[in-house]
């Protein structure tokens, strides 16, 4: 297993004048091919910690390697290149674009990646939805889709670029049981592929499926 | 991200998205009234100009003799006020112009007007006349006798016909006596070979307008005429350029002279138009800007978990501007084309219209491209200020904070 994050950082807020902390020493590390859970209660943190693990918010103190790499210090189109390649993300709302097709949705990231032709955007879009069961929802627009498969539709985007990391934030939350179990069911399969899947959820669900299950308490870890 | 990628999926999310209809209809009426109202504005000071050149009564000034000329010869007053500055010519107000019955067809006439070397058209085809020319006349290419039914088109005589038959005047002579006009039994008949045409339409003229050598004008109105003439010597002084007529008026005045503008135009309907279509361009730009702003901010706000995805996938705010640019020009872009059509579409309809009567055929549109030129670039320059604007303010924002914005 190749470790493809690792953090040790701090991170805290100015709010009128007084500093709020959110993170105080705060280690963790990510390797691929497990299935992490992240959980807590709201305000625990969890939404600043997908931002700085997903690259888009890098003011904090301390050092973030990504694949051996220090992110800490790169610029804004760095990171954004960084971001489309090895991150791919899954949203709790789904986030479709209403008014693209399943297949246009995945093609999406693919657009700014310059190692996908765009000869070979289509075929691949239209590869990750078959892998996840929607090879006859391809030209369907979101609103024609159910939740379920709604939230399929933004696995396969977030794999358009083969990334080695998915992020989860919620992504059962507006969903029903049976789909619940479908999602992470995808996800346990993802992580067993290689990849690095990391899910923020309030799902107690999710500890079946997790690897690793961390529990973030007042800006720390605790596995 | 190639410029084939940007476009294709905006069009895409334009032709999916129903509710750019509504920026589509803003941009197409703020273009339609910008363009209309530009264009009436032109047209009415385009129209003043054109009369005012073609028309020579607005720079004649008609100058009137004192007393002390009733003693002396006529050709003293007009060689005084030749002697003018930027006076062109300077003839018996007489001699100017006079409507006279057709031989053997009393009931229609001929405008007769005197054709001396600045009241002639610019343009003849054929051979012009001179000032000691006799028996000749320049004719309009479309002579129209019966002025009385104006409207009606369908008795147009072509002027090749004139060429052939030339134009024969029937005028009964009176005399005076005792101060009034009594008809006499005699009358005055003199042929008119035509040996040029002009075009009455260009030179503001009616249809049934002929011009005749000074000399023949002269003769004509001696014999037939003479009944009429003014006790006091009058002259048409004509002025080379209509900025020129007040001073000249006033050196008239200075000579004890007293003179009137042949022709004056109501320079305060133009100015009246001029200010309405301004006021009218002011509040559709403003009307634009503001209605698009409002529009787009709803749009980019309808939009901002898009704009929170496409920057946690890795899209550059660049790449983030550039298509809702590319969305909102493709918009702008399809508004133009349509104004467009639909213009040209009302200006060849009215045109079509204006064509059916006579005196309006003058009054064909005229529209210029800079017309179309300025409503479209508030079009165009709208949508772009507003979407950068926009755009500035949310390159600052988070992708997670605007995908949670909702």
Known sequence: ?????????????????????VFKDLKLSFESGKFYAIMGHSGCGKSTLINIMGLLDNEFKGEYFLNEKNVSKLSNKELANLRNKEIGFIFQEFLLDKYLKAYENVIFPMLVNKDILPKERKKRALELLNMLGLEDRVNHFPKELSGGEQQRVAIARALANNPNIILADEPTGDLDEENETKIFNILKELSKKGKCVIVVSHSNEVKKYADIVYKLQDGKIME | MSFKDILY??????????????????????????????????????????????????????AIASFEYEDKSDEEFYNELKKLDHVLEVYNADYNS??????????????????????????????????????????????????????????????????????????????????????????????????????????????????????DMKELFDIAESANKSSLPIAHVIVDD?????????????????????????????????????????????????????YIKKINNDNLQNIGIQKAYGYSNGNIQNFSMCELLIISFISIFISFILA???????????????????????????????????????????????NLFYNKKNAINLIRKK
């Open chain 2, 242 to 294: 209509l900025k020129n007529v007040d001073s000249v008026r006033e050196t008239i005045a200075d000579k004890g002279f007293e003179s009137f503008n042949k022709t004056t135009i109501n320079y305060d309907y133009v100015k009246e138009v001029n200010q309405i279509c301004n006021i009218i361009i002011i509040i559709s730009c403003i009307g634009i800007f503001v209605l698009t702003i409002l």
């Open chain 2, 9 to 62: 999926y905006s069009l895409l999310r334009v032709k999916r998205n129903k509710k750019n209809i509504f920026l589509f209809i803003i941009l197409l009426i703020g273009c339609l009234t910008i363009t209309g109202a530009l264009t009436y504005k032109n047209f009415i000071s385009q129209n003043v100009n054109d009369l005012i050149n073609k028309y020579l009564g607005y720079r004649t000034v008609i």
């Open chain 2, 344 to 390: 040209e579409s009302c200006y060849l309809i009215i045109n079509i219209f204006f064509k059916d009567y006579i005196n309006l055929k003058e009054r064909i549109i005229t529209h210029s491209m800079l017309n179309y030129w300025f409503g479209f670039l508030i079009i165009l320059v709208v949508p772009i200020i507003t979407n950068s604007l926009l």
């Open chain 2, 98 to 215: 006079i409507n006279v019955p057709l031989l053997n067809d009393e009931d229609n006439s001929v405008s007769l007007t005197n054709g001396s070397t600045y009241s002639l058209p610019k343009k003849i085809i054929g051979k012009t006349i001179k000032e000691d020319d006799t028996g000749v006349a320049i004719c309009p290419i479309k002579f129209k006798k019966n002025m009385e039914d104006y409207y009606n088109t369908d008795d147009f005589i072509d002027g090749q016909e004139l060429i052939k038959t030339g134009i024969s005047i029937n005028v009964p002579i009176y005399d005076k006596v005792n101060g009034k006009l009594i008809l006499t039994d005699k009358f005055y008949q003199k042929k008119y070979n035509v040996i040029g045409l002009y075009d009455p339409v260009t030179n503001g003229n009616l249809y049934n307008t002929c011009y005749i050598s000074p000399k």
């Open chain 1, 1 to 21: 297993m190749k470790e493809v994050i690792n953090l040790n950082i701090e991170k805290s807020y100015i709010l009128k004048h007084k500093i709020i902390p």
